[in-house]
T-cell receptor, first 112, second 111 residues
Framework: GAGVSQSPRYKVAKRGQDVALRCDPI?????LFWYQQALGQGPEFLTY????????KSGLPSDRFFAERPEGSVSTLKIQRTQQEDSAVYLC??????????FGSGTRLTVV | KQEVTQIPAALSVPEGENLVLNCSFT??????LQWFRQDPGKGLTSLLL?????REQTSGRLNASLDKSSGRSTLYIAASQPGDSATYLC??????????FGTGTRLTIIP
């Protein structure tokens, strides 16, 4: 596709529920990133893939967060046993060259 | 830990004025710095990328400068227009591709 596609655009989850957020990067983009953006804050790094390899997951806030990119294209960010503090916009970005980022529109997660 | 600060947090100016947004960072050993624009409910759009060896970059009415030694960058917007209203974010990178973002400046251009 022409851009980075994220789905769903909005997700409301009950506390304790598991959620899965999908990112479809630009075809051919090697690098894929997940960021978390709380209301009124800048995005914060979660994790980074180069092809299917997860090279950095230092930003994942707890072991309830898990990301995968099994075939080096589509990525899924999974959050288990959601908590209210997980409410945020989750942004995905992909790039082909160093720092040529293209961001998706994000998934707004609300945990009630 | 790298800290990125943006001042002011919000800014309103009349249409047609020139304006400057500020970004400061604590660790000067950066690989590059980027300015992004974020519209409500949307993702981020990259505006300008400055490599650590560069002092400034220009695109149309936008000019970004970088002073690594003092840990500062500015984004200058000339002849502002209502369509420039958005949140502007700066982000620094360290060569491992991940970015550290500031909290942003919410800009409103008054017609």
């Amino acid at each position: 596709g022409a851009g980075v596609s994220q789905s769903p655009r909005y997700k409301v989850a009950k506390r304790g529920q598991d959620v899965a957020l999908r990112c479809d990067p630009i075809s051919g983009h090697v690098s894929l990133f997940w960021y978390q953006q709380a209301l009124g804050q800048g995005p914060e790094f979660l994790t980074y893939f180069q092809n299917e390899a997860q090279l950095d997951k230092s930003g994942l806030p707890s072991d309830r967060f898990f990301a995968e990119r099994p075939e080096g294209s589509v990525s899924t960010l999974k959050i288990q046993r959601t908590q209210q503090e997980d409410s945020a916009v989750y942004l995905c970005a992909s790039s082909f060259t160093d720092y040529g980022y293209t961001f998706g529109s994000g998934t707004r997660l609300t945990v009630v | 830990k790298q800290e990125v600060t943006q001042i002011p947090a919000a800014l309103s100016v009349p249409e047609g004025e020139n304006l400057v947004l500020n970004c400061s960072f604590t660790d000067s050993a950066i690989y590059n710095l980027q300015w992004f624009r974020q519209d409500p409910g949307k993702g981020l759009t990259s505006l300008l990328l400055i490599q650590s060896s560069q002092r400034e970059q220009t695109s149309g009415r936008l000019n970004a400068s970088l002073d690594k030694s003092s840990g500062r960058s500015t984004l200058y917007i000339a002849a502002s227009q209502p369509g420039d209203s958005a949140t502007y974010l700066c982000a620094v990178g360290f060569g491992n591709e991940k970015l550290t973002f500031g909290t942003g400046t919410r800009l409103t251009i008054i017609p």
